[in-house]
C-alpha cells in the first residue's frame, strides 16, 4: 500500500507539470499571436502612411516633393523589415507554441493509461483483502487472488516507470523549447530594430538636410507670377511622379519600387547568413 501511495503523488507531480505547462505555454501562445497579428497591423498602417506622404509630396514645391519622396522611400522599407519579422515570428515562436498542445496531449494520455493500471492494482489489492475476511480458509481463492495482485503489481511498477520516462523527456524538451522560442523572439526583434535604426538614421538626415528657403522662395515668386524659377531644374529622379499623375499611378509607382527592393532584400538575404542565427552567435561572443 505504502509503495501505491508513492505511485499517486508521484502522479500528482507528473499531472501539475503537464497542467501548468498546458496552461502557461496556452498564454503565450496566445500573446504571442496578439503581438504578431498588431505588428502586421502597424506595418499595413505605415504602408498606408507612405501613399499619402507620395500624395502629398505631389502637391508641394519641389524641394519638399525630393525630400518627402526620400522619406516615404525610406519609411517603406522599414516596413519591408517588419514584414519579415512577422514572418520569423509567425515561423519560429508562435508556430512551435502551437505544437504543444499536441505534445501536452499524448502525456495526458500516458497519464490516463497510467491511472487506469493503477486502479486495477488497488481493486485486486482490496478484492484479495476482502477474500482474507470472509473465507480465510479458502487457499485456492486467495492464492489466485494473490497472483492476480502480483501481476497488477508488475504492470503498474512497469507503467509508472514507463510514465516516468515519458514526464521527464516531456520536462526536459519543454525547458529547452522555451529557452529557444524565447531566444528567437528576442533576436527577431533585435534585427528589426536594428535594421531600422539604420533606415531611421537615413531619413532623419533626409528631413534635416530639406532647404526650406528655396522652396519659400519658389512659392513667393509663384505668388508674384513668376514662373519658371524651379520648374527648369532637371527631374529629381526617374520615379519622381509628375503632380498632374493621377493617385493611381502613383500607388502603382509605388508598389514597384517596394517590389524592387523586396527582391534586393530576398538576394542579400540569400547572400549571408540568417540574421537571426547571426546576431544569436554575436551575443553570445559579447556574453564570454
Not at 49 to 75: S, Y
Not at 152 to 163: C, G, P
Amino acid at each position: 500500500m505504502n509503495i501505491i501511495l508513492s505511485r499517486d503523488s508521484q502522479v500528482r507531480v507528473m499531472e501539475d507539470t503537464v497542467t501548468n505547462a498546458e496552461k502557461s505555454f496556452g498564454q503565450f501562445c496566445s500573446l504571442l499571436a496578439a503581438y504578431t497579428r498588431k505588428t502586421a497591423r502597424l506595418r499595413d498602417k505605415a504602408d498606408q502612411l507612405v501613399k499619402q506622404l507620395i500624395d502629398f509630396a505631389n502637391t508641394e514645391n519641389p524641394e519638399m516633393r525630393a525630400t518627402l519622396r526620400n522619406f516615404a522611400e525610406d519609411l517603406a522599407k522599414v516596413q519591408d523589415y517588419r514584414q519579415a519579422e512577422v514572418e520569423r515570428l509567425e515561423t519560429k515562436v508562435v508556430n512551435p507554441l502551437k505544437l504543444y498542445g499536441v505534445q501536452i496531449k499524448q502525456t495526458r494520455a500516458e497519464i490516463k493509461k497510467f491511472k487506469s493500471v493503477r486502479n486495477n492494482e488497488i481493486k485486486q489489492l482490496e478484492k484479495l483483502e476482502k477474500l482474507r475476511q470472509k473465507s480465510p480458509s479458502d487457499r485456492q481463492t486467495i492464492s489466485q487472488a494473490e497472483t492476480s495482485v502480483q501481476r497488477a503489481s508488475v504492470d503498474a511498477s512497469r507503467t509508472s516507470h514507463q510514465l516516468e520516462e515519458t514526464v521527464d523527456t516531456f520536462q526536459k524538451q519543454k525547458l529547452k523549447d522555451i529557452q529557444k522560442i524565447f531566444s528567437d523572439f528576442v533576436t527577431i526583434e533585435m534585427v528589426f530594430h536594428a535594421k531600422a535604426v539604420e533606415v531611421y538614421s537615413s531619413a532623419f538626415q533626409t528631413l534635416e538636410s530639406y532647404d526650406l528657403e528655396k522652396d519659400l522662395e519658389d512659392f513667393r515668386a509663384k505668388m508674384h507670377g513668376v514662373y519658371g524659377r524651379y520648374d527648369a531644374r532637371p527631374p529629381l529622379m526617374d520615379t519622381t511622379l509628375s503632380p498632374a499623375l493621377p493617385w493611381s499611378l502613383a500607388q502603382n509607382a509605388q508598389s514597384t519600387i517596394r517590389s524592387q527592393r523586396k527582391e534586393a532584400m530576398s538576394e542579400d538575404d540569400s547572400a549571408e547568413e540568417d540574421p537571426v542565427e547571426d546576431l544569436r552567435g554575436q551575443a553570445q561572443r559579447l556574453h564570454q
